[in-house]
């Protein structure tokens, strides 16, 4: 299974980046699929979450309003829109794959993660 996460850059405050997950090796269609995010010295954060169908999303407090996920089952592939960007959204973003409860953990699958650099 290989998740790869691209899209991440440099952006000023108040921009905006759209975060891709390409899968395979995997029923991407049958998978929940996760964003989370870690900077140095802290704990990985959950972001967002989305069933299998799409039809279901969830959202920590922290990104709700700001972010939006998404998933295309005939690409394989999640995104991440993320708007309204401020600098403490830096931070290297991963995407994850599971079956079962996206609320709950562990998640099965890991990409490898895209930084996301916001400059004030």
């Known amino acids: 299974v290989q998740l790869q996460a691209s899209g991440g850059g440099l952006v000023q405050a108040g921009g905006s980046l759209r975060l891709s997950c390409a899968a395979s090796?995997?029923?991407?269609?049958?998978?929940?699929m996760g964003w989370f995010r870690q900077t140095p010295g802290k704990e990985r954060e959950f972001v967002a979450a989305?069933?299998?169908?799409?039809?279901?999303?969830y959202y920590s407090d922290s990104v709700k309003g700001r972010f939006t996920i998404s998933r295309d089952n005939a690409k394989n592939t999640v995104y991440l829109q993320i708007n309204s960007l401020t600098p403490e959204d830096t931070a290297a973003y991963y995407c994850?794959?599971?079956?079962?409860?996206?609320?709950?953990?562990?998640?099965?699958?890991w990409g490898q993660g895209t930084q996301v650099t916001v400059s004030s």
């Open positions: 090796g995997l029923t991407f269609s049958s998978y929940n």
């Open positions: 994850a794959a599971k079956l079962g409860d996206y609320l709950k953990p562990p998640y099965s699958y």
């Open positions: 989305i069933n299998w169908s799409g039809r279901s999303t």
